[in-house]
């Protein structure tokens, strides 16, 4: 028997498709197995499960409305560990949540490959361009710009899929850091789940599955043991402006 489980991400529809046993009941709590030899490779797997979860949380939350914001530290703030650093951060991000309550934040923090100077990344959305830069104090706003409406990898137009983006963010991440990874207002960055779950009869060895009008399929590929996995992305059609006759 083998499970389709579809997980709906924002624009982005991934599709996995893997074998399970016969007498498997309850589908809602099966998860693909991965065979992982040693401590290494356990530790590496949980890392991409992170990862993935914070890609999808991303393309899940924020759209060409949000804004992606780059922070620096001046030489009056500068700090010199990541404890520090995110205690500034947290500071900033609750600034931020006391005059917009609902906004939706996910930050991290890196060093800069020539400078080794800590700074920050932060996607944000439901707050304006002014507040983030009137409430950061501590140095200057190098980068504040829209999310794209079209993304291309590979030549392909993936539209609001924004996993490029997100796995650059996440990929900041250093072992100096601790264990967090990133930091996310929880109470209301919405967690993506799966949307439906269904057995399968077909191979799609051939053919892709199915997927709603509107998507199409970007990415196929077979894993270990049967595994299958696709993506499939929203094209927003846009509208053509009517051009109005010149008057001679």
């Known amino acids: ?35 992982t030899m040693s401590q290494e490779e356990r530790d590496r797997h949980k890392h991409l499960i992170s990862r993935r979860l914070f ?57 800069g490959k020539k400078t080794n100077r800590i700074h920050f990344h932060i996607v944000s959305d439901g707050i304006s361009a002014i507040a983030i830069r009137s409430r950061w104090v501590e140095g200057d706003v190098v980068r504040i710009e829209s ?14 899929d924004y996993t490029g983006l997100a796995g650059y963010l996440f990929d900041h991440w250093t072992p100096e850091q601790g264990t967090r990874k990133y930091r996310e207002t929880r109470k209301t960055i919405e967690k993506p789940k799966p949307e439906t779950e269904q057995t399968e009869k077909k191979h799609y060895l051939k053919k892709p599955p199915s997927v709603p009008k509107g998507y199409k399929i970007v990415e196929a590929r077979a894993g270990q043991y049967g595994y299958l996995y696709f993506k499939a992305v929203k094209i927003i059609e846009k509208v053509k402006k009517k051009q109005t006759p010149q008057r001679m």
């Not at 709906?8 to 589908?27: A, C, M």
């Open 1 to 35: 028997m083998r499970l389709r489980r579809d997980l709906q991400s924002g624009s982005v529809l991934e599709i996995e498709i893997f074998p399970v046993s016969n007498r498997t009941k309850d589908i809602d709590k099966v998860k693909p197995k991965l065979q």
């Open 55 to 111: 890609i999808r949380k991303f393309n899940h939350n924020f759209s060409p409305s949000s804004l992606y914001t780059t922070l620096t530290l001046n030489n009056e703030y500068e700090v010199h560990t990541f404890s520090e650093a995110k205690k500034l951060l947290d500071n900033y991000i609750n600034r931020l949540i006391y005059l917009y309550p609902d906004a939706k934040v996910m930050a991290v923090m890196g060093r």
């Open 147 to 160: 999310l794209r409406e079209d993304n291309y990898y590979n030549g392909k137009n993936h539209g609001r």
